[in-house]
Protein backbone atom coordinates (compact mmCIF):
# COMPACT_ATOMS: atom_id res chain seq x y z
CA UNK A 1 0.00 0.00 0.00
CA UNK A 2 3.07 2.20 -0.60
CA UNK A 3 0.48 5.01 -2.46
CA UNK A 4 -2.29 4.55 -0.17
CA UNK A 5 -4.28 7.95 -0.44
CA UNK A 6 -2.36 9.13 -3.37
CA UNK A 7 -4.11 11.35 -6.16
CA UNK A 8 -2.90 9.67 -9.27
CA UNK A 9 -3.80 9.83 -13.26
CA UNK A 10 -2.89 7.40 -15.93
CA UNK A 11 -3.12 8.52 -19.78
CA UNK A 12 -4.01 5.79 -22.04
CA UNK A 13 -5.57 3.69 -19.33
CA UNK A 14 -7.89 1.57 -21.45
CA UNK A 15 -5.64 -0.70 -22.52
CA UNK A 16 -1.62 -1.93 -22.37
CA UNK A 17 0.63 -0.41 -20.53
CA UNK A 18 -1.95 2.20 -18.88
CA UNK A 19 -4.22 -0.17 -17.91
CA UNK A 20 -1.53 -2.24 -16.09
CA UNK A 21 -0.35 1.00 -14.34
CA UNK A 22 -3.56 1.89 -13.39
CA UNK A 23 -3.76 -0.97 -11.94
CA UNK A 24 -0.74 -1.33 -10.02
CA UNK A 25 -1.84 2.04 -7.80
CA UNK A 26 -5.03 1.64 -7.30
CA UNK A 27 -3.91 -1.76 -5.64
CA UNK A 28 -1.66 -0.31 -3.72
CA UNK A 29 -3.62 2.17 -2.19
CA UNK A 30 -4.32 5.61 -4.74
CA UNK A 31 -7.20 7.20 -6.03
CA UNK A 32 -6.90 6.87 -9.99
CA UNK A 33 -8.01 9.09 -12.16
CA UNK A 34 -8.14 7.38 -15.78
CA UNK A 35 -8.30 9.15 -19.21
CA UNK A 36 -8.47 7.83 -22.51
CA UNK A 37 -10.03 8.51 -25.82
CA UNK A 38 -11.05 5.02 -25.83
CA UNK A 39 -14.31 5.08 -23.80
CA UNK A 40 -14.78 0.81 -24.01
CA UNK A 41 -11.45 0.36 -22.97
CA UNK A 42 -11.53 2.75 -20.07
CA UNK A 43 -14.89 1.44 -18.89
CA UNK A 44 -13.80 -1.83 -18.55
CA UNK A 45 -10.49 -0.57 -16.59
CA UNK A 46 -12.92 1.05 -14.32
CA UNK A 47 -14.60 -2.22 -13.99
CA UNK A 48 -11.62 -4.08 -13.13
CA UNK A 49 -10.65 -1.50 -10.68
CA UNK A 50 -13.43 -0.67 -8.83
CA UNK A 51 -14.24 2.10 -6.48
CA UNK A 52 -10.65 3.33 -6.68
CA UNK A 53 -10.83 4.45 -10.18
CA UNK A 54 -12.78 7.20 -11.77
CA UNK A 55 -12.81 7.40 -15.86
CA UNK A 56 -12.55 10.68 -17.38
CA UNK A 57 -12.83 11.26 -21.54
CA UNK A 58 -9.84 12.33 -22.90
CA UNK A 59 -7.71 13.18 -26.23
CA UNK A 60 -4.72 14.13 -25.14
CA UNK A 61 -3.94 15.76 -28.39
CA UNK A 62 -6.16 18.60 -26.93
CA UNK A 63 -4.97 21.30 -24.17
CA UNK A 64 -8.54 21.58 -22.61
CA UNK A 65 -9.23 18.11 -22.56
CA UNK A 66 -5.43 18.19 -20.67
CA UNK A 67 -7.23 21.23 -18.05
CA UNK A 68 -10.20 19.39 -17.40
CA UNK A 69 -9.25 15.83 -16.33
CA UNK A 70 -6.50 17.71 -14.12
CA UNK A 71 -9.53 19.69 -12.54
CA UNK A 72 -11.65 16.67 -12.33
CA UNK A 73 -8.64 14.92 -10.70
CA UNK A 74 -7.94 17.95 -7.49
CA UNK A 75 -11.91 18.36 -7.40
CA UNK A 76 -12.77 14.18 -6.61
CA UNK A 77 -9.59 13.86 -4.43
CA UNK A 78 -8.36 17.26 -2.84
CA UNK A 79 -4.61 17.36 -4.87
CA UNK A 80 -2.94 15.50 -7.30
CA UNK A 81 0.30 13.44 -6.61
CA UNK A 82 1.56 11.54 -9.46
CA UNK A 83 0.85 11.91 -12.98
CA UNK A 84 1.72 9.22 -15.66
CA UNK A 85 1.47 10.36 -19.08
CA UNK A 86 1.55 6.59 -20.41
CA UNK A 87 -1.46 7.46 -23.70
CA UNK A 88 1.01 7.19 -26.95
CA UNK A 89 0.30 6.06 -31.35
CA UNK A 90 2.77 4.32 -33.01
CA UNK A 91 2.37 4.45 -36.78
CA UNK A 92 5.46 3.01 -38.74
CA UNK A 93 5.86 4.09 -42.28
CA UNK A 94 8.50 4.72 -45.13
CA UNK A 95 9.36 8.47 -44.75
CA UNK A 96 7.56 8.69 -48.13
CA UNK A 97 4.14 8.09 -47.34
CA UNK A 98 4.54 10.41 -43.68
CA UNK A 99 1.82 13.47 -44.97
CA UNK A 100 1.44 16.18 -43.07
CA UNK A 101 -1.88 14.92 -41.37
CA UNK A 102 0.01 11.45 -39.80
CA UNK A 103 3.19 13.69 -38.60
CA UNK A 104 1.20 16.26 -37.08
CA UNK A 105 -0.92 13.91 -35.19
CA UNK A 106 1.97 11.31 -34.49
CA UNK A 107 3.71 14.73 -32.55
CA UNK A 108 0.48 15.99 -31.29
CA UNK A 109 -0.42 12.82 -29.05
CA UNK A 110 2.74 11.49 -28.20
CA UNK A 111 4.66 15.04 -27.64
CA UNK A 112 2.00 17.78 -27.55
CA UNK A 113 0.21 15.20 -25.29
CA UNK A 114 2.84 14.88 -22.60
CA UNK A 115 3.25 18.42 -22.47
CA UNK A 116 -0.13 19.87 -22.35
CA UNK A 117 -0.73 17.17 -19.35
CA UNK A 118 2.58 18.48 -17.60
CA UNK A 119 1.32 22.04 -18.09
CA UNK A 120 -1.97 21.51 -16.44
CA UNK A 121 -0.97 19.21 -13.52
CA UNK A 122 2.41 21.15 -12.53
CA UNK A 123 0.68 23.79 -10.33
CA UNK A 124 -0.98 21.29 -7.98
CA UNK A 125 2.44 18.76 -8.20
CA UNK A 126 4.38 22.17 -7.36
CA UNK A 127 1.82 22.22 -4.10
CA UNK A 128 1.91 18.35 -3.14
CA UNK A 129 5.95 17.84 -4.23
CA UNK A 130 4.72 15.65 -6.63
CA UNK A 131 6.07 13.63 -9.60
CA UNK A 132 5.20 12.91 -13.00
CA UNK A 133 6.32 9.59 -14.92
CA UNK A 134 6.50 9.70 -18.87
CA UNK A 135 6.09 6.58 -21.23
CA UNK A 136 8.77 7.24 -23.82
CA UNK A 137 10.59 4.32 -25.45
CA UNK A 138 13.66 2.71 -26.35
CA UNK A 139 12.38 4.82 -29.66
CA UNK A 140 13.16 7.81 -27.16
CA UNK A 141 17.15 6.78 -27.17
CA UNK A 142 18.28 5.02 -30.29
CA UNK A 143 16.91 4.80 -33.97
CA UNK A 144 14.45 2.71 -35.36
CA UNK A 145 13.47 2.40 -39.07
CA UNK A 146 10.72 3.27 -40.64
CA UNK A 147 9.92 4.87 -37.66
CA UNK A 148 10.59 8.60 -38.34
CA UNK A 149 7.36 10.62 -36.46
CA UNK A 150 7.63 8.01 -33.09
CA UNK A 151 11.28 8.10 -32.83
CA UNK A 152 11.11 12.40 -33.03
CA UNK A 153 8.24 12.19 -30.42
CA UNK A 154 9.69 9.53 -27.88
CA UNK A 155 13.19 12.09 -28.14
CA UNK A 156 11.41 14.66 -27.85
CA UNK A 157 9.56 13.36 -24.61
CA UNK A 158 13.20 12.27 -22.79
CA UNK A 159 14.42 16.36 -24.11
CA UNK A 160 10.96 17.41 -22.43
CA UNK A 161 11.57 15.50 -18.99
CA UNK A 162 15.01 16.53 -18.80
CA UNK A 163 14.68 20.33 -19.23
CA UNK A 164 11.34 20.24 -17.24
CA UNK A 165 13.49 18.07 -14.39
CA UNK A 166 15.59 20.88 -13.82
CA UNK A 167 13.26 23.74 -14.10
CA UNK A 168 11.13 21.96 -11.04
CA UNK A 169 13.49 20.30 -9.36
CA UNK A 170 13.94 23.30 -6.94
CA UNK A 171 10.21 22.98 -6.13
CA UNK A 172 10.17 19.58 -5.59
CA UNK A 173 8.63 18.19 -8.14
CA UNK A 174 10.26 15.27 -10.12
CA UNK A 175 9.93 14.62 -13.61
CA UNK A 176 11.06 11.14 -15.36
CA UNK A 177 10.75 9.39 -18.36
CA UNK A 178 10.48 4.91 -18.92
CA UNK A 179 12.47 3.75 -21.90
CA UNK A 180 10.78 0.51 -22.88
CA UNK A 181 11.77 -1.75 -25.27
CA UNK A 182 8.78 -4.35 -27.11
CA UNK A 183 6.08 -4.39 -24.34
CA UNK A 184 3.19 -7.29 -25.44
CA UNK A 185 0.34 -4.58 -25.75
CA UNK A 186 -1.99 -4.21 -29.11
CA UNK A 187 0.15 -0.97 -29.91
CA UNK A 188 2.60 -3.68 -31.55
CA UNK A 189 0.74 -6.52 -32.47
CA UNK A 190 -0.59 -4.72 -35.64
CA UNK A 191 0.34 -6.11 -38.65
CA UNK A 192 3.52 -4.44 -40.93
CA UNK A 193 2.15 -1.43 -42.70
CA UNK A 194 3.14 -1.66 -46.43
CA UNK A 195 6.74 -0.53 -47.52
CA UNK A 196 7.81 -1.55 -43.80
CA UNK A 197 10.79 -4.01 -43.97
CA UNK A 198 9.95 -5.51 -40.57
CA UNK A 199 12.82 -7.56 -39.99
CA UNK A 200 14.73 -3.96 -39.81
CA UNK A 201 12.49 -2.83 -37.15
CA UNK A 202 13.18 -5.72 -35.07
CA UNK A 203 16.81 -6.14 -35.37
CA UNK A 204 17.94 -5.03 -32.25
CA UNK A 205 15.61 -6.50 -29.34
CA UNK A 206 16.61 -7.16 -25.81
CA UNK A 207 19.50 -9.57 -24.79
CA UNK A 208 17.61 -11.11 -21.37
CA UNK A 209 15.11 -14.12 -21.52
CA UNK A 210 16.33 -14.33 -25.62
CA UNK A 211 14.66 -11.13 -26.45
CA UNK A 212 11.23 -11.84 -24.95
CA UNK A 213 9.23 -8.67 -24.80
CA UNK A 214 8.15 -7.33 -21.99
CA UNK A 215 4.89 -7.55 -20.47
CA UNK A 216 2.83 -4.74 -19.47
CA UNK A 217 3.06 -5.69 -15.24
CA UNK A 218 7.06 -5.13 -15.73
CA UNK A 219 6.69 -1.88 -16.95
CA UNK A 220 4.18 -1.08 -14.59
CA UNK A 221 6.62 -2.28 -11.63
CA UNK A 222 9.18 0.46 -12.88
CA UNK A 223 6.41 3.03 -12.94
CA UNK A 224 5.49 2.48 -9.07
CA UNK A 225 9.37 2.28 -8.35
CA UNK A 226 10.44 5.96 -10.02
CA UNK A 227 6.62 7.64 -8.79
CA UNK A 228 7.74 6.10 -5.04
CA UNK A 229 9.67 7.48 -2.12
CA UNK A 230 12.04 5.21 -2.67
CA UNK A 231 13.15 7.18 -6.06
CA UNK A 232 13.30 10.71 -4.12
CA UNK A 233 16.75 11.06 -5.35
CA UNK A 234 16.14 10.16 -9.06
CA UNK A 235 14.91 12.82 -11.53
CA UNK A 236 15.20 13.96 -15.30
CA UNK A 237 16.50 9.86 -16.27
CA UNK A 238 15.16 7.86 -19.55
CA UNK A 239 15.26 4.44 -17.70
CA UNK A 240 15.20 1.89 -19.90
CA UNK A 241 13.52 -1.49 -19.09
CA UNK A 242 14.22 -3.18 -22.56
CA UNK A 243 16.13 -6.22 -21.66
CA UNK A 244 19.57 -4.49 -22.57
CA UNK A 245 18.59 -3.68 -26.32
CA UNK A 246 19.73 0.23 -25.91
CA UNK A 247 23.29 -1.18 -24.02
CA UNK A 248 25.28 -2.20 -26.87
N1 LIG B 1 4.12 -1.74 -26.49
C1 LIG B 1 5.39 -1.41 -26.67
O1 LIG B 1 6.20 -2.21 -27.17
C2 LIG B 1 5.89 -0.07 -26.21
C3 LIG B 1 7.27 0.13 -26.13
C4 LIG B 1 7.77 1.36 -25.73
C5 LIG B 1 6.90 2.37 -25.41
N2 LIG B 1 5.55 2.18 -25.50
C6 LIG B 1 4.68 3.30 -25.16
O2 LIG B 1 3.83 2.93 -24.10
C7 LIG B 1 2.64 3.70 -24.17
C8 LIG B 1 1.43 2.78 -24.05
O3 LIG B 1 1.39 1.94 -25.18
P1 LIG B 1 0.79 0.45 -25.15
O4 LIG B 1 1.84 -0.42 -25.69
O5 LIG B 1 0.16 0.17 -23.87
O6 LIG B 1 -0.29 0.60 -26.34
P2 LIG B 1 -1.87 0.47 -26.35
O7 LIG B 1 -2.27 0.76 -27.76
O8 LIG B 1 -2.28 -0.82 -25.72
O9 LIG B 1 -2.34 1.67 -25.40
C9 LIG B 1 -2.24 3.01 -25.80
C10 LIG B 1 -3.45 3.75 -25.24
O10 LIG B 1 -3.31 5.15 -25.54
C11 LIG B 1 -4.59 5.61 -25.92
N3 LIG B 1 -4.48 6.82 -26.76
C12 LIG B 1 -3.97 6.93 -28.00
N4 LIG B 1 -4.11 8.19 -28.44
C13 LIG B 1 -4.72 8.90 -27.44
C14 LIG B 1 -5.15 10.23 -27.29
N5 LIG B 1 -4.98 11.13 -28.29
N6 LIG B 1 -5.72 10.61 -26.14
C15 LIG B 1 -5.91 9.71 -25.14
N7 LIG B 1 -5.55 8.42 -25.22
C16 LIG B 1 -4.98 8.02 -26.36
C17 LIG B 1 -5.20 4.46 -26.72
O11 LIG B 1 -6.61 4.59 -26.86
C18 LIG B 1 -4.77 3.28 -25.88
O12 LIG B 1 -5.72 2.97 -24.88
C19 LIG B 1 2.71 4.49 -25.49
O13 LIG B 1 3.14 5.81 -25.21
C20 LIG B 1 3.76 3.75 -26.28
O14 LIG B 1 4.40 4.57 -27.23
C21 LIG B 1 5.03 0.98 -25.89
Same mark, same amino acid.
Given at each position: MRFEGKSVIVTG??? &?IGRAVAERFARDGAHVIIGDRNMAGLAETAAMIGASAYAVPLDVADPAACATIVAEAVRRN? &???ILCNIAGVLDMAPLADITVDRWSRMIAINLGGVFFMSQAAMPHLVATRGCIVNMASAAGLVGVPYNAGYVASKHGVVGLTKALALEFARQGVRINALCPGG????LISAPSAPGVDWTQVMRSTGW???GANAEPDDIADAVAFLAS???????GVAFPVDGGQTAG
Amino acid at each position: MRFEGKSVIVTGAAS &GIGRAVAERFARDGAHVIIGDRNMAGLAETAAMIGASAYAVPLDVADPAACATIVAEAVRRNG &GLDILCNIAGVLDMAPLADITVDRWSRMIAINLGGVFFMSQAAMPHLVATRGCIVNMASAAGLVGVPYNAGYVASKHGVVGLTKALALEFARQGVRINALCPGGVNTPLISAPSAPGVDWTQVMRSTGWLDDGANAEPDDIADAVAFLASAEARMITGVAFPVDGGQTAG
